[in-house]
């Protein structure tokens, strides 16, 4: 196989098996896989740890939220009763410690409510309605008891209420716990429409891996079966030494697909990486039938694109241009930016497809393009564009514009 050499991307002879010389082929360096391809990073929550904002620490938990809308809702009542202290001429050093009070027996009685809230929460509204209308107007009526009950001890000279004077203080009592049980309310109401909208999020994200999956995955073994009908028939005719080959490259570029998420973006260096990996397997096949010829720009080697997504084109490009020919054939590979895209080009010798618009009735040659388009319109929507035309004299041109999306640096 030949890969004339433009941009020392496709320059070397086949040394020996393994992954590595697929690196050395391509230009590329040789790293851990498992250090270059870890998880999907779409999916990938470690690296968010410790970036939440003040805010998502202050009310990390639900706890902690009504504990602190509980001190400041009741610091609030505290300034509005001192307000009303001072409009009325009363005297601040006594009142403030009747105001103390009063603010401590509003907490204590919003923390049991709370808790009896709980119990009926899940009651139908009607029921729930009523039960905050009469428990806030009972319990309105014993913090206004309390509060003149203990008034007169603390304020000298102040006379003790009796009767319904005991009351005096129900209605602005009363309102205030039904504010707070109307916050109370509303934020379990809003707390619950967001889980169920992060619901519904992660739902739809992990339909749309699975369907990534499931267009990537189901490659595969048209590609497997026929690589092991290649060694079967290597076997048949006792090429052990080319049939050990091309199992040593199969185990490579399938360990490599297996480290690799479907969803994931790697560099176009990488992924050259892989379909070196593809090639050497073909070569064996093929040998000096099929030439691959690589045009790529510096800058658009560290452009990311998904995962694999050259590949299942090339071996349509092989079935299809290069395996019918006596010849063989030339499968050309170019990249380059072009402003905030990055363009790929792939092209063959083989007789095209007459029928463009129907690309999946061609006795299944269009499998990987129509999944290769699938891909695209998944992970990248309207920000995309792929296009095929029949070339002169002869050939297939596919034709790929996608976002250029750089690795991020820590």
Excluded at 23 to 45: E, H, K, M, Q, W
Excluded at 234 to 245: H, I, P, Q, S, Y
Excluded at 267 to 296: H, M
Aim: glycine fraction near 8%; include cysteine; proline fraction near 4%.
């Amino acid at each position: 196989m030949e890969y004339p050499d433009k941009n020392n991307v496709g320059d070397g002879s086949q040394g020996g098996h393994n992954a590595r010389d697929a690196a050395t082929r391509f230009g590329l360096p040789v790293r851990g896989l498992a250090g270059i391809y870890g998880d999907d990073p779409s999916v990938n929550v470690r690296e968010h740890r410790g970036q939440l904002s003040g805010m998502d620490r202050l009310l990390s938990s639900k706890e902690h939220t009504f504990w602190i809308f509980q001190i400041c809702g009741w610091t609030g009542y505290s300034f509005l009763r001192t307000f009303q202290a001072i409009t009325n001429g009363q005297d601040l050093f006594y009142f403030s410690w009747v105001i103390i009070a009063a603010a401590f027996v509003g907490l204590s009685m919003t923390t049991l409510l709370r808790q009896l809230y709980r119990l009926a929460r899940e009651w139908p509204l009607q029921w729930l309605l009523l039960f905050v209308v009469v428990i806030c107007g009972a319990c309105g009526l014993l913090f206004s008891m309390i509060e003149l009950y203990i008034a007169p001890m603390i304020v000298p000279g102040l006379p003790p209420f009796t009767g319904l004077e005991m009351f005096g203080n129900a209605m602005f009592e009363t309102t205030a716990l039904f504010a707070w049980s109307a916050l109370y309310f509303g934020y379990h109401y809003y707390q619950s429409m967001r889980e169920q909208q992060e619901q519904v999020l992660k739902a739809t994200a992990m339909a749309h891996q699975a369907q990534l999956k499931m267009l990537r995955y189901q490659l595969n073994p048209h590609f497997l079966f026929n690589t092991l009908n290649a060694i079967s028939t290597l076997v048949l005719e006792r090429a052990e030494a080319d049939a050990n080959k091309m199992l040593t490259k199969l185990s490579s570029f399938l360990r490599f697909t297996l480290v690799n998420q479907p969803t994931q973006r790697i560099t176009l260096e990488q992924e050259l990486y892989a379909l070196g990996l593809y090639l050497d397997i073909e070569n064996v096949r093929f040998g000096d039938r099929l030439k691959v010829d690589f045009d790529i720009e510096e800058d658009a080697k560290t452009a990311l694109i998904p995962s694999l997504l050259l590949q299942p084109l090339i071996e349509n490009a092989i079935k299809y241009a290069i395996a019918p020919s006596i010849e063989g054939g030339t499968i050309s590979v170019a990249a380059h930016v072009d402003g905030g895209n990055l363009a790929i080009v792939l092209k063959d010798t083989g007789p095209g497809i007459e029928d463009l618009d129907n690309i999946v009735s061609q006795s299944g040659s269009g499998v990987g393009i129509v999944n290769t388009k699938e891909r695209l319109m998944q992970i990248y929507g309207p920000n995309h564009r792929i296009s095929l035309q029949n070339l002169q004299p002869e050939g297939l041109g596919i034709f790929i514009e996608i976002p250029c999306e750089r690795e991020k640096r820590p």
